[in-house]
């Protein structure tokens, strides 16, 4: 079985919700579209978690890549005091990065390395093939998108920051041959419902919950038969 979620930002409660709801076996895949990390305080915890299981995938999200730039570089906190990136660690505590720093502060210095190790070779998207159907798995938007527009260079300055950052739009293409699965933009925005909910559309689907939010909850999607599961809080 595939499965496909993201957008967990912290929450570890909502996280093993869904993983005794999906059960996951070795031979199934679970697909995680970033944001692992930020708002509640166990992000680094489930990285650490993710990075032991071999049968999970994950893209980067633009909270591990505000992480990255603002103290990627720097080996330890004592380190972070002399080369941190004042405006980048800002950015990332504007963002809820505060309790994932917090956290990062009291575990070893060769954790740290792994994690941030991890992070810098994680992909931007993913493709998948589930009974004859292809999809394009991102965080924000296919690395595709950042080509057909040449103002997206200085918009967005490289395909990274593009991938993890910049929203798709129900009016924004989509790679031709492929559904779009993604995550970053909470599908509230696409639908006004009192519980949130996946988003669908012809060719695309929004998988982001609000699990970051209080009012959120986390969501995970099989592509076999196209079940959804949601956490219980």
Not at 7 to 32: A, C, P, V, W
Not at 192 to 197: F, G, P, Q, V
Request: proline share 4%; hydrophobic share 35%; glycine share 6%.
């Amino acid at each position: 079985m595939i499965y496909v979620m993201s957008d967990i930002h912290g929450n570890l409660e909502r996280f093993e919700s869904i993983m005794r709801q999906i059960n996951l076996k070795e031979e199934d895949t679970l697909y995680i579209l970033g944001d692992v990390i930020d708002r509640y305080p166990y992000g680094i915890k489930l990285l650490r978690r993710i990075m032991k299981m071999p049968n999970v995938k994950m893209l980067l999200g633009n909270h591990e890549y505000m992480m990255l730039q603002a103290i990627g570089h720097c080996k330890d906190a004592a380190d972070e005091k002399k080369n941190a990136y004042k405006g980048d660690v800002e950015l990332w505590y504007y963002n809820g990065g505060d309790v994932t720093h917090d956290y990062l502060k009291h575990i070893r210095k060769e954790y740290r390395a792994e994690i941030f190790e991890y992070l810098k070779n994680l992909p931007l998207n993913y493709d998948v093939t589930v009974n004859d159907v292809k999809y394009k798995l991102v965080h924000a938007s296919p690395v595709d998108n950042y080509y057909l527009d040449p103002l997206n260079e200085y918009e967005y300055g490289d395909e990274e920051y593009f991938a993890v950052w910049a929203r798709w739009k129900p009016h924004y293409p989509i790679p031709v041959g492929y559904n779009l699965i993604f995550g970053h933009t909470p599908t509230i925005y696409f639908h006004n419902k009192e519980l949130w909910e996946i988003w669908k559309d012809e060719r695309a689907i929004g998988i982001d919950c609000g699990c970051g939010y209080e009012q959120g909850r986390l969501a995970c999607l099989r592509l076999d038969d196209m079940k959804v599961f949601y956490s219980e809080k």
